[in-house]
């Protein structure tokens, strides 16, 4: 859904769709040339999965807004739309030279001369293989050319009705915004800016509003303010009289607010910066915007007043509520962030979206950038395994996972349309590069079924992806696609929604009326699907609701669609026989219901002439429309059933205002059509009059008739057709193979459709067909094609799955986790469900649709917990196993060993872990210059060090997707001296006991030492221990120059111990540690071996071992002085006292040794 991507190189996800003139383009942030003529907008019917912030809106497959999500959009109005004409127009920076926002490319220009001889039919021609050749001469051996099918142009000048108004004192301006509402107004609002490049901002704005259809404007700068820069023009959607201005936010965040079409404004003040804005499809003043800190605001006061919605709310990913999806119209769908960065779906109501008032649709955390709410359907995104997941909701009904063949294997999809109750959607499979295949869906949405295979696409100037997909406007099922086959692109057409596909015919003569040598397959017509990079001018493939049978495009004529020699062409039998009708790109319009088609040339020159066509095209009349040349910039219709008046913005020349040219087409037509007027015209293909399960009668007017028609009536009559084969696709899991029978494909099992069917109940069973929606075909063979309601069959429980919700393994001690039995075959209705969570907790349903939202539970330890469920029913049972991991986060790690130790001496390290039960770890262990690391499940290794000197080892423990880490220093000698300090009771008084204050303490003693007795630092190191009261171990290492040389000899250890121990019982050794708090160091007692960092917890089995040790050695102290004092009643021999400081300290390679680190030490740090 191209995250839908902008689908373009980002993980699969559904992507912005925007239909200017048909072609569905997938459009990133900033394409509708240039970000500054890209307004704040949202694509209310966006359909992206993925993403992508931004886009252009959304317009439907047929450049027309879809029927309900699009009248919805508050955006600027050079959006096109039924009812809202607008037009966005943009002059190259620097130079002032006008251009289209986007302009045309590959084209040469031709000089005034070649223009002037091709508009009066003179000078070179091209064949339909691109062959240039004189007018007039005909190519050796061809048939005669056919005068009756040349197109006809008369070149006698007509003169058309216009006006022009000149927008003075805008000329620097280089961007304008148009508005025409149309439905029985006069009134034009024209926004007009300067739009610095180099500042990247607007730096002046024009406002002009037009009463008389566009032949006056009036400037309304000093009612909206003269300092003030308008930056957007905004129309509500459900009462064009409701306007509104938007400031540049650089300036000041205001809004300015018209109830009278813009003849006054109200201006309001904003403490926030908007970035879009939506309008609701029925309420007049309901608006959300959305702030650019991500914020959604709603009103209910059409913008004078605002209220907060909801925070860290997804760009464009909100709407409001479907009509006739939702009951509450006012409630609001959007998706949001959490704070630990996860996508949610939410629900609820504008005046109440407080916290406990959101609902949460979608069960668990959403892909981001990947909510579409269009019409009856609701589309999210889910990746797990590194697969992405569609799911859909349909009518706001439970979600369901979107069924494509199995082995489709997605990569990117986007939703191109959700028209008359089906999706239509384009998929890049795990194979395509370059090219989509089109599936269409059942009416829920879930079912889809391949149309069309390697559809062709391509990256827009910005990345955005464009399909070659069109669905022509008044015929229900009609489609133009671009094929990609065998490295050649082809043009396709379809009349019953993808079911078949075939060629277009070339057409038989080319313009002048020579014969056409085009055999199907080998050659046929191609035409250029992709609209102009800017949506709001004429794109260069056209069709109509009101014109059901003509379709203008471009294209050439040849065996695959080419860039070079394109012409334009015209079809007025819906796509059956197509005609050359100019040789170069024009802009193509549509006067008086399609009764008139105008004409107007792609060029860089300045052009004053267009024609036009009564006859569909077949002859053209060429008209005036200026005295003076104008460089055009755009063109813009009126809005409504007739359109009769158009506007052409432009300039005289590259410095000068922008020209508004009116023209009045009324004065062309001679009287309103009669009856007798028309004619009728039958829909067909090749002949076939049953289009989509009917045949409809159209009514024409007569070609020679130059009358106006006035209001469209549609189809004159309508008749449904006998059902044949042709109208029924294969259904979901069926295959059409050359005989043309849809068989069951070779993944597929029929009988996988029954398995929500519970014995006693029906299903229908499918015959492999199903009806191509929104075909009205009736009796024939509907009855043997259709699903026939079968009993449900009776069947042993099979294929039983248990899954979390979100596809984890993982849990997180002390929160929900949702577990989802999936069962393939089984009577769901009379199944026993058991379910044993492995925490001593089971629980028991009777059947599986009471667990559709899946089973909650909470586990309150951390382990691996084997998850089993049991189904049984009558038949058979099965069984599935899941193992979870319960954890918590984890907190702290703290590396536990000794501060020194003797070389190739066994060191024990833990890692001691907070909390200490989190759940399955992973250890890495560095240490010593060991480059590859070593990695354990055990939070405690031995190692010995070869070399002597200072060594640090570092622990990285690995819980879930955290990784936390510790690194101590250890020194490593042959020999050492160690001795125990104390301090005087008050140091205990500022002891907080953390390893932060131990650190900065210990430098401070060393400190102190060093100060008292002159031995070198080198030869000190202090480590304050953990818990009260305060003690520190001093050691005594050996120190060795960097040469090798100088090395202290054991001799010396002994001269330093002695003169430490002179010191300390001295009281020489004390330190300040605040203004007025002395501490002094003594020396305690003697240990026998490097300490180990402890801490005040123990744990219970070393306890025991501890007091075993003092148990043993107190009974043999008793037996021993009991036997001497029985034997040798001798005098005791003298002894030192203890805590006597003249015990000479031992030399630590005769040690024991080091006794086991204790877990739960936060750390005693040393100074070196």
Not at 253 to 258: E, G, K, T, Y
Not at 1147 to 1166: I, W, Y
Request: proline share 6%; charged share 20%.
């Amino acid at each position: 859904m191209g995250k839908v991507g902008a689908g373009g190189g980002s993980p699969a996800g559904l992507s912005a769709l925007l239909a200017g003139a048909g072609l569905l383009v997938l459009c990133a942030p900033g394409s509708c040339g240039g970000g500054s003529c890209c307004p704040p907008r949202h694509p209310s019917a966006a359909p992206r999965w993925a993403p992508t912030p931004g886009g252009l809106p959304h317009q439907g497959p047929r450049g027309r807004a879809p029927a309900a999500p699009l009248p919805q959009l508050g955006r600027p109005l050079f959006a096109v739309a039924p009812g809202d004409r607008a037009l966005s127009l943009e002059r190259a920076p620097g130079t002032g030279a006008p251009v289209a926002v986007a302009p045309r490319s590959g084209r040469k220009r031709r000089s005034g001369e070649d223009l002037e001889k091709a508009e009066r039919g003179e000078g070179t021609s091209r064949s339909p293989r691109g062959v240039l050749r004189d007018r007039g001469q005909q190519e050796p051996g061809t048939p005669e050319r056919d005068p009756d099918k040349a197109t006809r142009f008369r070149l006698e000048e007509l003169k058309l009705t216009s006006t022009t108004f000149a927008l003075t004192g805008d000329s620097a301006h280089n961007q304008a915004m148009v508005h025409w509402s149309g439905h029985n107004s006069s009134v034009i609002l024209i926004l007009t800016k300067l739009y610095d490049y180099n500042l990247g901002s607007i730096t002046e704005s024009s406002l002009w509003r037009s009463t008389d259809y566009g032949t006056t404007y009036e400037k309304l700068n000093d009612k909206v303010g003269l300092k003030t820069i308008l930056s957007y023009l905004y129309v509500c959607p459900t009462n064009k009289r409701k306007i509104m201005l938007l400031t540049d936010p650089e300036i000041e965040s205001s809004l300015l607010i018209s109830s009278d079409e813009g003849a006054t404004y109200q201006k309001y003040r904003l403490n926030f910066y908007i970035q879009s804005l939506l309008f609701h499809p029925k309420q007049e003043d309901w608006i959300l915007a959305y702030s650019q800190d991500q914020k959604l605001y709603s009103s209910a006061e059409f913008g004078r007043r605002w209220q907060l919605i909801q925070e860290a709310v997804v760009p464009n990913r909100f709407y409001w509520s479907v009509m006739g999806s939702n009951k509450e119209p006012d409630l609001i769908h959007l998706e949001a962030r959490t704070v630990d960065g996860h996508s949610q779906y939410l629900t609820c109501r504008m005046q109440n979206c407080t916290e406990a008032n959101r609902n949460k649709p979608f069960p668990g955390y959403i892909d981001p950038d990947s909510l579409i709410v269009q019409d009856d359907y609701v589309f999210v995104q889910l990746t797990s395994g590194g697969r992405p997941h569609y799911y859909v909701s349909y009518r706001r009904n439970a979600f369901a996972q979107m069924k494509l063949p199995k082995y489709a294997l997605p990569k990117d999809m986007h939703v191109i349309s959700t028209d008359e109750n089906q999706v239509f959607a384009a998929v890049q499979e795990w194979n395509q590069n370059d090219t989509y295949n089109l599936y269409i869906s059942d009416t829920r949405g879930v079912y889809f079924t391949l149309a069309l295979e390697n559809v062709q696409s391509s990256r827009g100037p910005e990345g955005n992806v464009m399909i070659d997909l069109y669905e022509v406007a008044g015929i229900k099922g009609m489609f133009l696609a671009n094929k990609k086959t065998d490295n050649q692109v082809k043009t396709f057409i379809t009349y019953n929604k993808g079911r078949d596909w075939r060629l277009l015919q070339a057409p038989d003569t080319d313009l002048r009326g020579d014969p056409v040598h085009c055999l199907l397959p080998y050659c046929s017509l191609h035409l250029h699907l992709k609209v102009s990079e800017n949506p709001y001018t004429s794109g260069i493939i056209a069709s109509r609701d009101t014109a059901p049978s003509i379709i203008v495009a471009s294209g050439n004529i040849g065996s695959e669609l080419s860039d070079s020699d394109i012409s334009m062409f015209v079809s007025s039998d819906a796509g059956n026989t197509w005609r050359q009708i100019f040789e170069e790109e024009h802009s193509v319009l549509y006067l008086d219901q399609g009764g008139v088609l105008v004409a107007m040339k792609h060029t860089s020159l300045p052009i004053r002439h267009l024609w036009l066509s009564f006859d569909e095209g077949r002859s053209w009349s060429k008209y005036s429309f200026t005295s003076i040349p104008l460089f055009v910039d755009g063109v813009l219709g009126e809005p409504g059933e007739e359109t009769l008046i158009m506007t052409v913005f432009g300039h005289f020349s590259h410095r000068s205002e922008w020209q508004l040219v009116k023209v009045d087409y009324k004065s062309i037509f001679d009287r309103r059509c009669a009856e007798e007027d028309y004619r009728p015209w039958q829909l067909h293909s090749q002949g076939e009059a049953c289009i989509m399960g009917a045949k409809r009668i159209y009514k024409k007017r007569k070609s020679e008739r130059k009358c106006m028609q006035g209001k469209y009536a549609g189809a004159m009559e309508s008749e449904p057709c006998v059902c044949t084969e042709a109208d029924f696709d294969c259904d979901y899991g069926y295959e059409r193979h050359s005989n043309g029978q849809c068989l069951p494909a070779f993944w597929f099992n029929p009988s996988s459709l029954s398995k929500d069917c519970s014995l006693g109940q029906s299903y229908l069973n499918s015959t492999g067909y199903r009806k191509v929606v929104s075909n009205n075909c009736t009796d024939g063979v509907r009855e043997q094609y259709t699903a026939k309601p079968q009993k449900c069959p009776g069947k042993a429980p099979r294929g039983l799955r248990i899954v979390t919700a979100d596809g984890k393994l993982t849990a997180e001690q002390g929160h929900n986790v949702t577990l989802m039995v999936q069962l393939e075959e089984g009577d769901v209705q009379r199944t026993l469900i058991q379910v044993d969570f492995g925490d001593g907790i089971a629980v028991s349903y009777v059947n599986l649709s009471s667990m559709e939202d899946g089973i909650k539970h909470v586990y309150h330890n951390v382990g691996i917990f084997r998850v089993t469920v049991q189904v049984d029913n009558s038949l058979g049972s099965d069984s599935a196993v899941l193992y979870l991991h319960v954890t918590c986060p984890l907190e702290h790690v703290h590396l536990s060993l000794p501060f020194v130790t003797t070389k190739n001496k066994e060191v024990n390290a833990t890692a001691v872990l907070w909390p200490s039960q989190v759940g399955t770890l992973t250890y890495v262990w560095w240490y010593g210059n060991n480059t590859e690391p070593l990695i354990t499940l055990e939070g405690s290794i031995a190692f010995k060090f070869t070399s002597e000197g200072m060594n640090t080892i570092t622990v990285q423990v690995s819980a879930g997707n955290a990784i936390l880490q510790d690194t101590k220093t250890i020194a490593v000698y042959e020999e050492f001296r160690s001795l125990r300090l104390s301090f005087s009771p008050n140091l205990d008084d500022y002891n907080p006991d953390i390893p932060e204050w131990r650190r900065d303490v210990s430098r401070v003693i060393k400190k102190a030492l060093v100060e008292a007795t002159g031995v070198p630092a080198q030869h000190i190191l202090v480590a304050v221990l953990p818990g009260l009261p305060t003690a520190a171990e001093l050691f005594v290492l050996p120190h060795q120059d960097p040469t090798g040389e100088n090395k202290r000899s054991a001799e010396d250890l002994e001269q330093i111990s002695e003169l430490l121990i002179h010191k300390l019982n001295q009281n020489s050794v004390h330190f300040e540690l605040k203004p007025g708090v002395q501490v002094l160091v003594h020396a305690a007692h003697l240990t026998a071996a490097p300490l180990v960092d402890l801490t005040p917890t123990h744990s219970g089995s070393a306890m025991l071992m501890l007091l075993s040790v003092v148990f043993v050695g107190l009974a043999v102290f008793v037996i021993y002085k009991f036997k001497r004092r029985v034997a040798l009643p001798s005098p005791p021999s003298p002894s030192t006292q203890p805590g006597d400081s003249s015990l000479r300290l031992q030399r630590a390679r005769h040690a024991t040794p080091p006794s086991t680190p204790k877990r739960g030490s936060a750390g005693a740090q040393f100074a070196i």
